[in-house]
């Protein structure tokens, strides 16, 4: 394709990547600590995927700013990659269709 779709993948390769490192270092900092909280802290965390350990290190006050800190920077990065993907993913699709068919049309 062209430099514009290098850097479309790119960002959201890295984006996609950055969220998931951030939201796996947070399940770390929050998991170990739930577990130690006893069933009623822990099964939130353990069930509900994202906002289970957000509301775990949003109640515990200033333990776990970092690990906060962590899961909103996840989420936040997480929703740049949507974004990203969900507003130019069509156009390339659309021009990686049109350059198929091209191709096709000249065999």
């Known amino acids: 394709?062209?430099?514009?779709?290098?850097?479309?993948?790119?960002?959201?390769s890295l984006l996609l990547a950055g969220a998931a490192a951030l939201l796996l270092v947070g399940y770390i900092n929050?998991?170990?600590?739930?577990?130690?909280?006893?069933w009623r802290a822990a099964l939130p965390v353990a069930v509900v995927?994202?906002?289970?350990?957000?509301?775990?290190?949003w109640t515990r006050?200033?333990?776990?700013?970092?690990a906060r800190y962590q899961l909103m920077g996840a989420l936040?990065?997480?929703a740049l990659a949507a974004a990203l993907i969900l507003s130019f993913g069509p156009y390339f699709a659309?021009?990686?269709?049109?350059?198929?068919?091209?191709?096709?049309k000249m065999r």
């Open 76 to 78: 936040l990065l997480g």
């Open 1 to 12: 394709m062209d430099g514009w779709f290098v850097a479309f993948a790119i960002g959201s």
């Open 61 to 66: 006050g200033d333990d776990f700013r970092l």
């Open 49 to 57: 995927p994202v906002l289970g350990p957000l509301w775990f290190a």
């Open 30 to 38: 929050t998991l170990p600590a739930a577990l130690a909280s006893g």
């Open 94 to 104: 659309e021009r990686l269709v049109a350059e198929m068919i091209e191709a096709a």
